[in-house]
């Protein structure tokens, strides 16, 4: 598609359970990434992938959260046993390689985290 | 590492004024240069950006240089509307090379609220 698609736009979890996201980048685009928007508009990066592979995942806490970007499906975000502090919204984004580098990142409208 | 430093916000003005909103940045290489503009309730849209010293982008009567003996990226309109009421944030990334992770840095957002 010509957008990135980001689904669900809300969720609602109770703290321990489990949380996916899921994000369908741009066609054609071949890097992925996610971005966490806490209080105060503060964006943190969590993870990238090179199409199925993961490109650099220096921001996420290994310890609960997981991704993987697999071929013909959707991107997905996965934290196990959420926690408060998870409450957020993340944003998906994509973009396409060229010979200087990467193009401009286009972003996904964004999945509402909230837990209880 | 990289980071950016925008003005802290509200910004408050009545329609048709001048707009600067500054943004100054720190970066081990030579990085690429981003406005982003995100409306209530939505994700982020990609203003303007700049890939090279003393590039100007533009869009939407929004502009900003890319000043590199200062290290800015100031954003600038000279006539505002109340549709411009928004938060903006000044980005940066890697442009490529050995070691490039590409992931945005962002500042902390400058909330502009336009009066009619």
């Known amino acids: 598609g010509e957008e990135v698609a980001q689904t669900p736009k809300h969720l609602v979890r109770g703290e321990g359970q489990k949380a996916k996201l899921y994000c369908a980048p741009i066609k054609g685009h071949s890097y992925v990434f996610w971005y966490q928007q806490v209080l105060k508009n503060e964006f943190k990066f969590l993870i990238s992938f090179q199409n199925e592979n993961v490109f650099d995942e220096t921001g996420m806490p290994k310890e609960r959260f997981s991704a993987k970007c697999l071929p013909n499906s959707p991107c997905s975000l996965e934290i196990q046993a959420t926690k408060l502090e998870d409450s957020a919204v993340y944003f998906c984004a994509s973009s396409q390689s060229g010979l200087a580098g990467l193009y401009e990142q286009y972003f996904g409208p964004g999945t509402r985290l909230t837990v209880t | 590492g990289n980071s950016v430093t925008q003005m802290e916000g509200p910004v408050t003005l009545s329609e048709e004024a001048f707009l600067t909103i500054n943004c100054t940045y720190t970066a081990t290489g030579y990085p690429s240069l981003f406005w982003y503009v995100q409306y209530p309730g939505e994700g982020l849209q990609l203003l303007l950006k700049a890939t090279k010293a003393d590039d100007k982008g533009s869009n939407k009567g929004f502009e900003a240089t890319y000043r590199k003996e200062t290290t800015s990226f100031h954003l600038e309109k000279g006539s505002v509307q109340v549709s411009d009421s928004a938060v903006y944030f000044c980005?940066?990334?890697?442009?490529?090379?050995?070691?490039?992770?590409?992931?945005?840095?962002f500042g902390k957002g400058t909330l502009l609220t336009v009066n009619p």
């Open positions: 980005a940066l990334s890697d442009r490529g090379g050995g070691g490039s992770n590409y992931k945005l840095t």
